[in-house]
Nanobody, 124 residues
Framework: QVQLVESGGGSAQAGGSLRLSCAAS????????MGWFRQAPGKNREGVAT???????TYADSVKGRFSISKNNAKNTLDLQMSGLKPEDTAAYYC??????????????????WGQGTQVTVSS
């Protein structure tokens, strides 16, 4: 059973930076698509970024140029470096994973494994 545990959330001023991490365990497949999603109060969960087993990345238009997703295969960790934060980035952020060769996009329905979430709050 895959387990995902996020850390690194917190508060930041607009324009500031935060780094989220996700520790993964229980992998039984060789290839996984991993991603970060977020859900703001009163809104649906939305895809932020994904990364393939070969390192191919995809970003939501709203975070391109500001956020960077990366992973460490040796440590089984997934990171999200967030810079140039805006108040609209305030949300609960979730780590997600799904065993497949290549990510199919930023669709929530593509992922079967989820972390518990970590809160990010950006003040103006």
């Amino acid at each position: 059973q895959v387990q995902l545990v996020e850390s690194g959330g917190g508060s930041a001023q607009a324009g500031g930076s935060l780094r989220l991490s996700c520790a993964a365990s229980g992998y039984t497949y060789s290839y996984y698509c991993m991603g970060w999603f977020r859900q703001a109060p009163g809104k649906n969960r939305e895809g932020v970024a994904t990364i393939d087993s070969d390192g191919t990345t995809t970003y939501a238009d709203s975070v391109k140029g500001r956020f960077s997703i990366s992973k460490n295969n040796a440590k089984n960790t997934l990171d999200l470096q967030m810079s140039g934060l805006k108040p609209e980035d305030t949300a609960a952020y979730y780590c997600a994973a799904e065993p497949m060769d290549h990510c199919l996009g930023l669709e929530e329905a593509e992922f079967g494994y989820w972390g518990q979430g970590t809160q990010v709050t950006v003040s103006s």
